[in-house]
């Protein structure tokens, strides 16, 4: 069984305060007697759902291209923190996550947001504090992903929980939809794209049962 838990892009899709929505517009149309339909796509190369490289928060970090696939494809583990507003250290620990995992899936109310694709940025969403991010890297994780835009909360600096995770070279993927997938282990296959020189880049996420 394949899940897709990517969000698909589109022009009313929430981003981040401050970034632009995606543009996506035809210069060609066969309903204007041109050959072929061609279309164009602007997004910002944290739209949607992405993958975070150490150059985000690093100064002189990998870029993505610089990620090896193995930390991208591979066994993961989906836990449920629902009912949460932050995951603390705490809230890990009592996971019962395998010891052996090291792509860690986080489903929280967040996925809920994602039943209305055009919703407006939602300020109040889950993500980790800084002791779960330490505890991350405690456990020898090299991929932590969640499911809003988001790995740290909106009200504490990004820098913070950010820069303890990149810093170790975890990666970060963002904007999962985990709504309709159980707690357990999964094969993860996370292809983002081959762009040069980049921070972040929109990736396609799927697990495997």
Known sequence: ??????????????????????????????????????????????????????????????????????????????????????????????????????????????????????????EDYCALTPDAAEWVCDRGIHLIGIDYLSISLFKDPPEIVHQILLKAEIVIVEGLNLTDIPTGNYRLICLPMKVKDVDGIPARVILEK
């Open 1 to 122: 069984m394949l899940y897709d838990i990517t969000v698909p892009t589109h022009p009313e899709l929430p981003v981040w305060k401050g970034d632009n929505k995606a543009q996506i517009w035809q210069s060609a149309r066969i309903a204007n007697d041109d050959i072929c339909n061609v279309s164009n796509l602007k997004i910002g190369a944290h739209t949607g759902t992405h993958i975070d490289a150490p150059l985000h928060f690093v100064d002189g970090g990998k870029t993505t291209n610089e990620i090896p696939l193995s930390k991208l494809i591979g066994q993961c583990h989906v836990v449920e923190l629902k009912g949460r507003k932050a995951i603390t250290a705490q809230d890990l620990a009592s996971q019962n996550i395998p010891p052996n995992t090291e792509k860690l899936l986080l489903k929280t109310d967040n996925s809920d947001l994602w039943k209305d694709l055009s919703h407006p940025f939602y």
